[in-house]
């Protein structure tokens, strides 16, 4: 049997380096497509680079370009489609652009994959953002969280049954990318499925005012930063350490015949769901103070509520979400102590699609 070969696109980003480095230190080769267009990449591609050498080969491209994509997925095992575009804020100022890399770039990883004659396995990383706002969950606020007043949304999140309603460009593209992955099992047969994720974290993480809350949190209160919380900061996520969406990556692969043309919901749960003060609560028992922050107008299509009901997953592989917010959360707060300073690193070994 020849060596396996997984192919990530936007490998050398948060979640994508970390799964690349699980999969490398297991003595699997690994090849990254990204266009290295997001802050602190390069110093994700070099710690893997220092770590495993050259069975690390990298796609200095775009998913939007179909030769490079085609390029990329020839010969590979697996496919982890991670690349995208990722705020909502962008795709309500670039709406075309937002279309293009989320489902244009979908479409190109598909078709490759399609072409193979042997198709890899695809796992796509979609979003909770596919199922709106959720407005017409009825909520109530309890202390410094919202929380539903149907008592079994309450305690086991929301599930993959509930109907699904995109808003904003950003929830239209990466909903038309989880539909076409869903469609391709169905259609042609491929080995797709998808994750409907809701807020992961961790090392490796450098976060922003759209994207990575926590780390975007963490990091403006070391600085010093004050933080700006849009609406009242009551809003609850469930929050998901990236090891334990690793090991959720690796048992979808591995059950990948079975779970083939399924969608699940994936989160830390009921169990780490925490509101935005709450980060604040926590940030201030790790650091002695509590970070300075300013308050601003909801956010479109931002969700009071979201919490994810993993059952579906769970039943299906046996997985469980291990690492509990608080751990997670201090664990992520000490690797940024030591890295939240993003430095430029030495010329890579990079693989061209040409």
Not at 13 to 30: D, H, P, T
Not at 346 to 353: E, G, I, T
């Amino acid at each position: 049997m020849s060596e396996q070969l997984t192919l990530i696109t936007g490998g050398a980003g948060f979640i994508g380096s970390n799964l690349a480095n699980r999969l490398l230190g297991s003595g699997r080769k690994v090849r990254i497509l990204d266009n290295l267009s997001r802050p602190g990449v390069e110093q994700n591609l070099q710690w893997l680079r220092e770590q495993h050498g050259e069975r690390l080969q990298v796609v200095n491209a775009d998913v939007r370009d179909e030769k490079a994509v085609t390029q990329a997925v020839a010969g590979t095992t697996q496919v982890y489609h991670f690349a995208a575009q990722v705020a909502v804020t962008t795709s309500l100022d670039l709406p075309r652009e937002d279309f293009l890399v989320n489902a244009q770039g979908t479409l190109n990883v598909l078709e490759a994959v399609r072409a193979r004659p042997v198709p890899p396995f695809v796992l796509l990383t979609s979003t909770n953002k596919v199922y709106g706002d959720l407005a017409d969950l009825e909520l109530q606020a309890v202390g410094q969280h919202y929380q539903p007043t149907d008592l079994s949304v309450r305690a086991r999140g929301v599930s993959e049954a509930r109907p699904l309603d995109f808003h904003s460009p950003y929830g239209c593209s990466k909903g038309s990318a989880d539909q076409y992955v869903l469609d391709y099992a169905r259609s042609y047969g491929l080995q797709t499925m998808v994750f409907r994720m809701s807020c992961i974290y961790g090392p490796r993480q450098f976060g922003t005012e759209d994207q990575g809350w926590v780390a975007h949190f963490i990091l403006r209160a070391l600085r010093g930063e004050p933080i700006t919380i849009y609406g009242d900061g009551k809003q609850v996520r469930d929050v998901l350490f990236i090891d334990d969406l690793v090991n959720a990556f690796l048992l979808a692969e591995q059950n990948g015949s079975k779970l083939a043309g399924r969608a699940f919901n994936i989160g830390g749960g009921p169990s780490n769901a925490i509101s935005l003060v709450d980060l604040l609560d926590r940030i201030e028992a790790l650091q002695g103070r509590r970070p300075a922050t300013t308050f601003d107008g909801w956010r479109t299509g931002d969700q009071r509520y979201y919490v994810s009901d993993t059952r579906g997953f769970e039943q299906a592989t046996g997985w469980r979400a291990k690492v509990r917010a608080p751990e997670g959360i201090a664990r992520l707060h000490e690797w940024l102590q030591a890295h939240r300073k993003p430095v430029g690193s030495p010329a890579l070994h990079v693989v061209h699609a040409n």
